[in-house]
């Protein structure tokens, strides 16, 4: 707020308070910067590059970042909180707010506290779809990264080929549940349905159309001057730095640390799958670009043979003390009336516990903390989102001392979403 | 090197500090002692066949009304031997402090900010304990459980003095 603004309204008070944010900044910034001699800078909330409301405060010395100080909080819509209000089941419709490029993923975690807890049996066929569907979310996310990322870095035409091929994976994820980005499929115990007829001719169709794509993206990229100008040595950050400051992920392996939690602690069976873990060598935005880009490969290849060993049978749990009845059994059967009308009304209570379950997202360690008193309501969830981690982590770690034009790029390369961040 | 048993380990080592063990679902939970968490956490970092140098994640929780109120969850993996650990501490209703454990992993900043911004608990001796997700100037700490879920009226006016009256804002 400028002196004149100040005067013509005789807000006193404000006058003072903005002095005492100088003093607050005074731990933050290098000293050079009270006396002027750096320059402070507000980079968002509203700038295109912040892929959402991201504000950084950064510091320059002319146009090499001195100190960066992230300013999260704008989308904070109190999701924990909120769920600490509903009933178990009515509280996945939040976690799919969280992160919006990752629903699946949102919903998985969250389920798989409940059934940690609960003891609940997932049967075979859901645990093969959610793995199906948890990596059709990867490449989904990965597209929107990767066409975002290309298109801050000025590569336009990216962008639009990796939103035609995200397409099709939004109409399989409205075949499933109706809804293209806020499924909610996943369910405590399965699936809330079966998939449907059309789905998987539209996966087969999607599995032998996209290989080539991701070859179009690399002919794209991998050996274009502009792009490995922008990328290569840019945002380095070490393994121990990565591993200290708290970076999972993509962004941990790009500096070559072999940690998978699909591989490392197997959820869902995926150790029943073949695949391997994409590494990078230098840790820079080049290398973690590379590692998604592998890592679609990789998601492809366990798609193919999970449909490949699809297994029949139910989709969701046959336990009535957590999962509705069908419909069908609600005419012939009393035990089922009571059920259904038990369970969407009350809901169902968990016995007394805690439980810690994490989960490779798209963007790395999503994992959901999940306390119950025993009542039909979550008692305290939790969610440590990777987004946030790398916010107040990665990005001023790698930005310090670099350009203010590479901050642009290292943004984008540790893929961020500020929903997933704020909750 | 063999993993090494951190339950065992602790008693071992630490002795009094470690007040209590819990064995959920398979996932082992260790209480300490608040005021030696910097030195417990120092501990299963840097002790051979423990090695927990990754934290995952820092979650408070409120008890409210039971006491001690809060609980802080250290949530530690080990990249070495693909297992996790969760460190707890209890904390007082009235006034919950206690030593950072940000010398430990520089992680745990951004952890303990949230901490403090939703359950107001204190962390002495770290870099910049500011709100992180609320408004800087924001009243209360949102996620005890005392505090309502739902606050600021629905305004379904366009009259502005009517609003002016009834909104709960600053005037001067």
Redesign the interface.
Known sequence: MSDKTLQTTG?T?QLTDWQGTVA?LK??VSPRALTGETMLLNMGPQHPSTHGVLRLLLELDGENVVSCIPD??YL?T?I???ME?KTYEQAIVMTDRMDYLNPMGNNLVYCLAIE??A?LDVPERAQAVRVILAELTRINSHLVWLGTHCLDMGAMSVFLYAMREREMVLDMFEMLSGQRMMSTYFRPGGLWRDITPEFLPALNKFLEYFPAKIDEYETLLNNNPLWIDRTQGIGVITPEDA????CTGPTLRGSG?N?DIRK??PYMGYEKYTFDVPLGEHGDVYDRYLCRIREMRESLRIIKQAVATLPGGPFRSQNRKYVPPPRSELGTSMEAVIHHFKLWTEGFTLPK????V?IESPRG?L?C?L?SDGTNRP??V?F?TPS??HT??AIPKMSKGAMLADLVGIIGSVDIVLGDC?? | MQPLDPVELARLTLKEAVLDVTEFRGETTIVVDPARIVEVCRFFRDTEGLEYIFLSDITAVDYFPQEPRFALCYHLYSMLYTRRLRIKVFLPGDDPRLPSVTSVWPSADWEEREAFDMMGIVFEGHPSLRRVLMPEDWEGHPQRKDYPLGYEQVQFSFNYDDIDRTKPYAKE
């Open positions: 807000h008070q607050e731990n933050l999260v909080g904070h109190g924990e909180k909120n209000a940690k807890i003891e591993i200290a400051w708290g640390v940690w490392a602690m516990g805690e439980v810690y994490s360690e994992s903390f306390s008692h305290r939790h440590r946030y981690v107040m982590g704020d909750r």
